[in-house]
């Protein structure tokens, strides 16, 4: 009876435990939006679930230069990001209802320093870092697109 017991639980147990560990995977399926900011379209994917936002960029190699993650909260409040599971050095700009950029951080790979907006705000946008620099980019700017259009209605 035992056997039979200890062969039935090692039997289930093969079925809830992965015979080898799975290499965690970036999202690259979010929707997408096009975000503007001066003469510059973004091609933007929306992180907008709690899950969505959690993941973020982590685990991605490489990013094209006009391509970034918005991230879109319910409401505004202080928002606060980590780089904790990122590879890739980025710049977060918190952006208000507006469109305006309220902060710009940089921020380094698989660090958890706590980078946060300097007032509430509902949206995140993280790109490559040094991209907000090298199109002299800088806090008061205003990003357009049809997410900031939304929040207006």
Known sequence: MFQRL??????SASFVMPTHAQQPQPQTDLARTQLSV???KIDTQIAQTPQQREIGLMFRKNMPQAEGMIFVFEQPATQCFWMRNTLLPLTAAFVA????IVNLVDMQPMTENSHCSEEPVRYVLEMNQGWFAKKNIKKGAKIGGELFAATKR
């Open 6 to 11: 200890a062969a039935l639980l090692l039997l």
């Open 38 to 40: 001066g003469l510059y």
């Open 97 to 100: 209802d507006d469109g305006r």
